[in-house]
């Protein structure tokens, strides 16, 4: 069964940085392709970061420069680090993953920006 747990979520100020992880099991991250979603309250949840099975990375225009997606295969762990945060960043953060045409998604972590 394949299980993400995010980490990492909390308040930051404006400026600041937090780094989030996804944390998964049951499937092998180094050949998965993997995403970092959020939302915000009443908004809809937003792609914002991918790489796929190559290392091959996309951002949302809004995090360009600012968030990085990354992995460390020896710990079957996702990364997003995220520098220069800004009050629109707050949501919940959420990894998800594909396998087999199959979704599946971490339970959420909040990251709240405000000073």
């Known amino acids: 069964q394949v299980q993400l747990v995010e980490s990492g979520g909390g308040l930051a100020q404006p400026g600041g940085s937090l780094r989030l992880s996804c944390t998964v099991s049951?499937?092998?991250?180094?050949?998965?392709?993997m995403r970092w979603f959020r939302q915000a309250p009443g908004k809809e949840r937003e792609l914002v970061a991918q790489?796929?099975?190559?290392?091959?990375?996309r951002y949302v225009d809004s995090v360009k420069g600012r968030f990085t997606i990354s992995r460390d295969t020896t710990k079957n762990t996702a990364y997003l680090q995220m520098n220069s945060l800004k009050p629109e960043d707050t949501a919940v953060y959420y990894c998800?993953?594909?396998?087999?045409?199959?979704?599946?998604w971490g339970q959420g972590t909040q990251v709240t920006v405000s000073s």
């Open positions: 049951g499937s092998i991250i180094s050949d998965t392709p």
């Open positions: 998800n993953l594909n396998k087999g045409g199959q979704d599946y």
């Open positions: 790489f796929n099975s190559i290392g091959w990375q």
